[in-house]
């Protein structure tokens, strides 16, 4: 299969032919070790030329219809990763504005996530009662689908350290489940399922899938830890309610991005390590890598008939979907789609038919036939290359793409720092021989190297081509300079137009991967909480001593607890429940207590508790740490710990 070059008739700004063309060369073996990693890098400054057009269009004639007055509100929910932060963050688009930092796999000092009793039951504890982990790197948000578009229930994102996936309710913003995931290492891609492969009635999300980078020994128990050969990794199956692992398949070479079909049948992993490589030469040995398909209803079916395994003392049943074992079509468990060189991100179009592979270290972008797929597991396509309907040159390090929802697709070039707009079926058109085909659009410059990028409503059948986010890992001179950290640069593009039309940089703390952008209407948050949900919810104030355990069972009500003072011995251990009675929205009371190190808020109608060895004699005022009322710094009442 050739790669077709950019039609000569695009208006797009010309291009140096031989920089765009460095990485198909003979060459490419050769500057695997020493040459592509400072290639791949941001080492290249942007090219000058090319920056004052984009500076001139955005100091003249900026739009300012992005911009949101004081009192209105942000058309869309962001949704951000908060990368190795750990969080989750909530911006208000168009406006770039963050409303929330939601606490996942990180501590937080403000809201007690990680300390109080109930974050850490999500969060996992070691013997000592200690977080399991305190490190996480989060990538992907992805949310809960009903008929083919957002429904406002959940969100869910990755963590690649320690491959866990948390559960986000979209009704409170806050974290409710933490699963871990067995067998995998360097967990990054996931994509809920867009409805049931086999109930036609279920026409929402019931799966969450997950892919697996880094290929390991199995079981990792100290087995073949010099034969890489032996690795490999396996695609997980985690239920969206239960979020239990419900099954796992074995593949051939790694995973990195998920993408699922609207049909439900299928879901998919871009591969950019099919030789499963063990060194960064080997992992670029190979001149095609692949997008793996998963068979959904296969695979349950295959579990439900018994044909799967087991490791270690893990009871997901795993189905082994790698090549050797899948040769026939007619009962393959997954199809293994050859896509050039380490590709990066695989995309669902919203009208549903194709699915678009980034080739990264190929300056093409493949784009999947996806009801040809399912017609190759029926035995009506000969080849799976024959799926693939267009393999279009887009620029340099293409790694992942958005939609308008009027049949343009938007790819991050990592390495030429730009965003380029493509019309789908005419590349189709151009790969099938119609040179007159021009499917490049438009080129934007943006600032610099983009990783992801998302446009409003872009993974839903409502993608309503009116915002485009990208996230771009280095801003260099875009900000005050701020010593040698730097926030990244996440721009916000017009693509109401056929141009795209930069409106705004915003500084983003590090590092955001990916983020999705959600209609407001489909979101329905509540203010208060409810206090039945609470089993824990303190009705009378008191204090219960069971030998040297002694609960503290508080109420807040501005301004003041319930308890003015606590009176316990030197050696107890103190478990504080405090229940925070306002039923006012907005009002939200902390508890500090000085020494002991501990911090955490009660939003209205919620209850948390911490538990703490009372092992200093002393006065200890425990005080409100949330504005709250006129008397909220009279908010605080005494722990005395007798000696
Ligand atoms: Cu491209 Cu982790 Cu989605 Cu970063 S990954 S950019
Ligand atoms: Cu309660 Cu401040
Ligand atoms: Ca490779």
Redesign the pocket.
Known sequence: MTVQAAPADSDAPTVDRSRRHFLETAGLAGVATVGLPFALSACRQPDAPDMPQNLATAATSLPKRHEISPGQLDEYYGLWSGGHSGEVRVLGMPSGREIKRIPVFNRCAMSGWGQTNESKAILGTRADGTMKYTTGDT??VHASYTDGTYDGKYAWVNEKIHGRIARIRLDTFECDKITEIPHIQGF?GIFPDKRDPVKAEVNHTTRVFCGSEFAIPQPNDGRDLDDPTKYYSVFSCVDAETMEVRWQCKVKGNMD?VATSFSGKLAAANQYNVENGAMLADMMSAERDACVFFNVARIEQAISDGRFYTLSDSKVPIVDGTPEKNTDPKTALTAYVPVPKNP??VNASPDGKYFICAGKLSPTATVIDVAAVERWFEGEVPEIAQTIVAEVELGLGP??TAFDGRGNAFTTLFLDSQIVKWNVEKAIAFYKGDNNAAYVVDRLDVMYQP??LNASMSETREADGKWLIT?CKFSKDRFLPVGPLHPENEQIIDISGEKMQLIADHPVWPEP??FIVMRRDIVKPRQIYDLAEFPNAVKESRVVREGRKVTVHLISVAPSFSLPEVRVKKGDEVTVILTNMDKVEDLTHGFALPKYDVNFIVNPQETKSVTFKADKPGVYWFYCSHFCHALHLEMRSRLLVEA
Do not use: A, E, Q, V
């Open positions: 990538h992907h990054h991005l990066h991100g790694l992942h990783g992801h996230g991967h990916d």
